[in-house]
């Protein structure tokens, strides 16, 4: 089940003025800053109330957000979805039809585990379902 939007993501060119921008906006500084290897970018987080907004900064040109930037430039890039259960709500959508960028959930920012839907299949937005990991 989807239950919130779990944050808003934004691709930045430089996450450190836009850190400080989105201090002025929001009145207070991101919680966390963390490097996603894997997916070539830096992320930096803010909490507002039920919600947070990521900001990503490319970290090589090979990655998505260098792409999606030298495309469409800067702006929101995804919308992430909690859900109580990952690989149930990757079923289902799947039986729904909606097409998978990773079919097996992968690890991503802010301890979480993460699912990618593309976005030819949800009216052009590219859709994040994440889930906690769990500590064990
Ligand atoms: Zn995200």
């Given at each position: ?101 990773n079919q097996v959930p992968k ?8 699912c ?21």
């Amino acid at each position: 089940m989807i239950t919130k939007i779990e944050h808003i993501g934004i691709a930045v060119k430089n996450i450190d003025s836009s850190n400080e921008l989105f201090k002025k906006l929001f009145g207070k500084a991101h919680y966390k800053i963390e490097q996603v290897e894997s997916e070539g970018v830096s992320t930096s987080f803010f909490m507002l109330g039920e919600t947070k907004v990521e900001l990503l900064e490319a970290t090589n040109e090979n990655s998505a957000i260098a792409k999606f930037i030298e495309k469409r430039g800067e702006g929101i890039h995804h919308i992430a979805y909690a859900v109580d259960n990952l690989e149930t709500e990757i079923e289902r959508l799947k039986k729904e039809g909606f097409d998978l960028i990773n079919q097996v959930p992968k690890n991503g920012a802010d301890n979480k585990r993460i699912c990618f839907l593309h976005p030819k299949t949800t009216n052009g937005v590219l859709v994040e379902l994440c889930e906690d990991r769990k500590s064990n």
